[in-house]
């Protein structure tokens, strides 16, 4: 019989608690270790039974959740599954939070906390589940690349479309992936559209806060932007992110429209209009994640001539969407995260295609 995971919830709201507990505690498969109104409480009842996962809240009295986070990463590393508040405050001291070393995120709003965390309650005990499986690698402090090395590109239109497009899909982990990818970008990489599972505000600041540490610009995207040399488009949360094509040059599109695969934006959405409109001229990577969202969109794309890329089981945080997509047969190459900038500044896709034609 498989032994439940363990989970530690640490929240100031007495109600947050409770319906946590009660949520988590309904499934056979967890285990409530304890709960805790502050870290300081926390650290005092998990010594007696240390958790598999803890659920944490961000903002609470005497210590705050990514202080206490910092800490355990040092002294204890264990799965965090942040609890925060759908804000704009809230999304930046979140992005910190992961920054810091949690796995992943679940939001909660400021009324209606409870039917909402119950409504929300498959998702929960699967962000739970996939976080006690984690794999937790070293933190590194972000570096900020050194402005004299960064420099706009010139967003001319194409004389013929060649240009490299990079589809980039990811989930649980993918923060820590996309800073590892993106910060040894050069100021002039191939332009790069990317899905990052994330909920609505958090994408900004998620965009926002890669921008200031990486050569080339990264932003939110907006209905109708180019895809350009030195350019990252990160799909806004709660929209759907697609490729197109304007005359000569790509462009991207973005729309609402039911979940798919259980998300929006959804990797599957992006890569199969990658798939179908730049065929053989993109690079499609799926990395770190829960899930199989991505699998087949990875697998329309290398059907369409695409290179296609796997991250590998040992440096994912959670081996779920590459898993999926290699099992499938849409990854042409199975590599570690360390040499995932190497693969798109290289220009394997070009390469490999050049080779195979």
Known sequence: ?????????????????????????????????????????????????????????????RMDGITFLRKLMQERPTPVVICSTLTEKGADTTLQA??????????KPKVGLKDFLQSGSQHMLQVVKAAARASLGPVR???????????????????????????LGTSTG???????????????????????????????????RLNQLCRCEVREA????????????????GRHMQLRRSGAQYRVS???????????????????????????NALGIIMTGMGDDGANGLLAMRQAGAHTIAQDRDTCVVFGMPRE????????????LGIMAEAITGSRAGKRNAAEA
Request: with cysteine; net charge negative; glycine share 6%.
């Open 325 to 336: 997509a290699i099992e499938r047969g849409a990854a042409v190459e199975i590599l570690p």
């Open 98 to 107: 992961l920054s810091a070393g949690a796995v992943d995120i679940i939001t």
């Open 222 to 237: 907006a209905d109708g932007d180019r895809v350009i040399p030195g350019l990252v488009l990160i799909a806004p949360g």
């Open 254 to 280: 973005v729309a609402d429209g039911p979940p798919v695969n259980r998300h929006k934006p959804s990797v599957d959405v992006l890569f199969r209009s990658v798939a179908q409109v730049a065929g053989r």
């Open 174 to 208: 993918g923060t820590h992936a996309l800073e590892a990818v993106l910060t040894r970008m050069p100021a002039d990489c191939p332009g790069i559209v990317v899905v990052q599972h994330m909920p609505e505000k958090f994408t900004a600041a998620f965009a926002n």
């Open 141 to 167: 402090a972000p570096r900020a690349a050194p402005p004299a090395e960064r420099r706009p590109v010139a967003p001319a239109a194409m004389s013929q479309t060649t240009d490299q497009v990079v589809a």
């Open 1 to 61: 019989m498989t032994t439940p995971v363990s989970v530690f919830i640490v929240d100031d709201s007495a109600v947050v608690r409770q319906v946590l507990t009660q949520m988590l505690g309904a499934d056979p498969g967890i285990r409530i270790a304890g709960s805790a109104p502050d870290p300081i409480f926390a650290l005092q009842k998990m010594q007696r039974d240390w958790p598999d996962v803890i659920v944490l809240d961000v903002e609470m009295p």
